[in-house]
């Protein structure tokens, strides 16, 4: 494994009448959508999608992604990568699947978020979000993550254009851990298999936002709370004194 | 302004509206395609979906054992 993106950028090829004609019946009912359609496809299969996690929350967003035709997922986690990429390829050989370890330092998770189209961070420790949220911040590129907390399941984003006064992660992760207080732990059956539902809402938004649309979770949080069977939006705030944002305003 | 020329009698669902929905879009504004198809699922499918995409039918003809459909950009 590298921590090296610079390998990633497209290499195309010559496609002959055949491939045109395999690729129009591996998508036909996606080209058929109409916010779709033969532009969005190759939009999406040009797209190179950088993926953090192989757990329960990951598992659904690869494989979504890959189904979706995304053309290269570049799979980051500190083990088990090269068995999802296997699982990817399995399920789309068109799909070109990277393992690589996650970035160590905040100049690595910059250059991993100039050579992608959007990072999804599928879990992992909080100082892996904060990382890539100062990377995605520092160089205003998207990123959407999904986390696990005690008492509830999370997902948020933050846009590469957003407005000054658009709260960071790190804005939306302290909101939502003072929204969460004096609440319960959840059974961690029911969050265990909760993270598939939040691997799958990363997974449409993150396709939502490689065509072009907006995104729900865009400076916004969604609370999975399993023992309720229930999902809250959360309107977040800037914290004046955020390390990460406060300088944007 | 173009025309063109698509034959799909020997396509079925969903490959019909894949070809006709690729070709219409490499067509710029005002652009004529005169599709050939079957009766049945076809001509009951691609018009209204060509339609639902913002495209206008300007005529749907029987001949002979086919249908000729024109589609405008
Ligand atoms: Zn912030």
Known sequence: ?249 | MTESFLDITHEVCPMTFVLVKLRLETLSPGSRLTIRLNGGEPLANIPRSVQEEGWRVESVMEEGPHYTLVVVR
């Open chain 1, 1 to 249: 494994m590298s921590h090296c993106p610079t390998e990633l950028l497209a290499e195309t090829k010559e496609s002959t009448e055949a491939d045109e004609r395999e690729w129009m019946e591996r998508y036909s009912r996606q080209i058929i959508l109409p916010g779709v359609g033969g532009r969005g496809q190759r939009t999406l299969n040009q797209a190179t999608v950088a993926l953090f996690g192989c757990g329960p929350m990951a598992i659904p967003l690869a494989l979504y992604l890959a189904g979706a035709g995304v053309g290269r997922l570049l799979v980051l986690a500190s083990s088990g990568s090269d068995w999802l990429c296997a699982m990817v390829r399995d399920l789309n050989p068109q799909v070109t699947t990277v393992a690589l370890a996650p970035p160590a330092s905040l100049e690595e998770a910059t250059a991993l978020l100039l050579a992608v189209q959007m990072t999804v961070l599928a879990e992992g420790k909080t100082s892996l979000r904060e990382l890539l949220n100062q990377a995605a911040f520092t160089v205003k590129r998207p990123l959407l993550a999904g986390w696990q907390q005690p008492e509830a399941l999370l997902a948020a984003g933050a846009a590469a254009d957003s407005a000054s006064g658009a709260a960071c992660l790190h804005c939306v992760a302290q909101s939502a851990q003072q929204h969460l207080q004096g609440r319960a732990a959840a059974d961690p059956l029911l969050l265990h298999v909760a993270r598939g539902a939040i691997g799958s809402l990363l997974a449409m938004e993150t396709l939502r936002s490689l065509l072009g649309h907006s995104s729900a979770l865009w400076h916004n949080c969604l609370l999975l709370l399993p023992e309720q069977s229930s999902y809250q939006s959360l309107a977040v705030q800037k914290i004046s004194s955020c390390p990460v944002c406060a300088s944007d305003r």
